[in-house]
């Protein structure tokens, strides 16, 4: 893709607003990343955690105002998000809740000097998602399919795939996106610290290649050696390579292990545990 192409379509999300003199410290006493030091405009990931560290709602926190926040989740949990954070509140001077809008991922534009553009980290390219706003005037649409490869490319999770509550932010490569170290307090961040300085997850998600054949289902077993080592939670075809997919594989396997399916197909990992 040149520098210069755009590439557009509709980004499905759930919208939850936070806002009051209080808003910013409530979000960092909540979230797993440092959103009180964001200046306006600005945005990053973040998570919300169940006291044992398990996801909620993984989030694109956006400073829309000294005041106010935007938050981007995934379009089955805005409700569930909007719940936890009222329900913990208790005396913070913040409102939280719903809201409508729409959000349209542009592949290749730079976000700089607009106030409508939120930062997009999830495919591995220079992407902003504007929010309430139409695309670029030539901007090409892009493929669900194309995204879906960019996305397993860029070791992206998603929840209801590679997120549920049997995973920890850790085996998900999360910490080096959506969670900042040096915060203070907030929901699940201490078995968080404790794997991150005294441990290793023995499990974490990698790339792997497929050899060609149906796309396989989700949570397919990974085996090495006669050993179940993994399971395959998204696919998509690749041009150049086949068939990629998203897989958590245990940590001792090294990138470039064969791999096989329960169907005889072969399997390689690439890269580096999360």
């Given amino acids: ?38 200046a306006v405009g600005e945005s990053c990931e973040a998570l919300l955690l169940t006291p044992k560290a398990r996801i909620v709602a993984p989030l694109r926190a956006w400073r829309r105002a000294d005041d106010d926040f935007l938050l981007l989740t995934e379009p089955d949990v805005g409700d569930r998000l909007a719940r936890e954070l009222v329900r913990a509140r208790f005396a913070a001077k913040c409102e939280i ?10 592949i290749g534009l730079d976000g700089s000097g607009r106030d409508d553009a939120v930062a997009n980290d999830d495919y591995g390219v ?3 998602e504007l929010v309430d706003t139409d695309p670029p005037a030539g901007a090409a649409a892009i493929e669900e399919a194309e995204l879906e490869r960019l996305r397993i490319l860029a070791r992206t999770p998603r929840l209801g795939r590679e997120l549920d509550d049997r995973v920890m932010p850790a085996e998900a490569g999360l ?10 307090c ?7 610290a404790r794997l991150h300085f005294r441990g290793h997850p023995n499990r974490g998600l990698r790339v792997v290649v497929l050899d060609g054949g149906e ?5 397919a077993e990974l085996v090495h050696e006669g050993r179940a080592v993994g399971r395959i939670t998204s696919a998509a075809y690749d041009a150049e390579r086949g068939m990629v997919a998203l897989a958590y594989v245990r940590r001792e396997v090294p ?19 999360a």
């Fill in 255 to 273: 990138a470039g292990s064969r791999l096989e399916l329960g169907d005889g197909r072969a399997a390689w990992p690439l890269g580096e545990t």
């Fill in 175 to 184: 910490e080096h996106r959506a969670i900042s170290f040096t915060k203070g």
């Fill in 186 to 192: 907030y929901p699940g961040q201490e078995p968080v």
């Fill in 126 to 128: 220079p992407a902003v």
């Fill in 215 to 219: 796309l396989p289902s989700y949570d």
């Fill in 97 to 106: 809740a719903v809201e409508e809008h729409r959000s349209i991922l542009v």
């Fill in 1 to 38: 893709m040149a520098a210069t192409t755009l590439q557009a379509a509709p980004r499905l999300r759930s919208f939850v607003a936070v806002r009051g003199p209080e808003a910013a410290a409530y979000l960092n006493r909540m979230v797993s990343n440092e959103v009180e030091a964001m």
